[in-house]
Nanobody, 126 residues
Framework: QVQMVESGGGLVRTGGSLRLSCHAS????????MGWFRQAPGKEREFVAT????????RYADSVKGRFTISRDNDKNMAFLQMDSLKPEDTAVYYC???????????????????WGQGTQVTVST
């Protein structure tokens, strides 16, 4: 059974930093794209960042470009999201996701992802 578990969320002040981690178990995703999405209260879930299996490519939502960095460790079956210069509008539940299709492509829509974590809350105070 595949499990995706996020960690690292919490409460931080505006301008602060957090590093989210995602650990996958049950199968390897070393040849699959991984991504981060988020859902703020009352809003739909939205794309944040994606990384291909080789880490040669990344893509970010415009709202986080230059502040967030996605990375991965294929040996550990993990993905990370370094979040700097956090703003109150970054407050959301953050979800890790993995594609079920081996490919070196980048995916930034939910329909490409087959496996999801339960989410971790990030709250940015003013």
């Amino acid at each position: 059974q595949v499990q995706m578990v996020e960690s690292g969320g919490g409460l931080v002040r505006t301008g602060g930093s957090l590093r989210l981690s995602c650990h996958a178990s049950g199968r390897t995703f070393s040849r699959n794209a991984m991504g981060w999405f988020r859902q703020a209260p009352g809003k739909e879930r939205e794309f944040v960042a994606t990384i291909n299996w080789s880490s040669s490519g990344t893509r970010y939502a415009d709202s986080v470009k230059g502040r967030f960095t996605i990375s991965r460790d294929n040996d550990k079956n993990m993905a990370f999201l370094q979040m700097d210069s956090l703003k109150p509008e970054d407050t959301a539940v953050y979800y890790c996701a993995a594609s079920g299709i081996p490919s070196d492509s980048l995916y930034y829509t939910e329909n490409w992802y087959d496996y999801w974590g339960q989410g971790t809350q990030v709250t940015v105070s003013t």
